[in-house]
């Protein structure tokens, strides 16, 4: 009989430990955090959604007021010549300064080709067989 008794106390031990091994050792070792964890990372919360929600109001309100900057700079480049002109402090008028920078723009032409840096003769000079062939040939 003491042997039955005996037994019986390990099986009675055996499962007495396997109880608590099934509802303690999960917070002993921390796995109720990490479930907690993954729940919260696989269905996220209304507080999470209504987080989302603020941000998203958020980037709205930013893009919004982006748009309302671009808005306005728009219209400060259709500024006219003349005005463009005067806020550069001169008193041209716009004939006056389109015939200027006509003429301006023509004498940069000139004095382009005339000092060697047209476009046939900066390529010729920057080959070193045109090179070569000018110095001998």
């Known amino acids: 009989m003491s042997m039955q008794?005996?037994?019986?106390?390990?099986?009675?031990?055996?499962?007495?430990?396997?109880?608590?091994?099934?509802?303690?050792?999960?917070?002993?070792?921390?796995?109720?955090?990490a479930e907690a964890r993954r729940a919260s990372v696989g269905k996220p919360e209304p507080a999470a959604r209504q987080a989302d929600k603020n941000q998203r109001s958020r980037r709205e309100q930013v893009e919004g007021t982006l748009k309302e900057l671009d808005a306005r700079r728009q219209k400060d480049k259709k500024v006219a010549l003349g005005t463009r002109i005067t806020q550069a402090g001169l008193t041209w008028s716009v004939q006056k300064f389109w015939t200027i920078s006509g003429i301006l723009g023509a004498a940069a032409f000139v004095l382009t080709f005339l000092g060697g840096g047209g476009l046939l003769g900066a390529a010729a000079s920057a080959s070193p067989q045109a090179s070569a062939c000018r110095a001998g040939c």
């Open 5 to 33: 008794i005996l037994a019986l106390a390990f099986l009675a031990a055996t499962a007495i430990g396997g109880i608590a091994w099934v509802f303690v050792y999960p917070s002993l070792s921390g796995q109720n955090k």
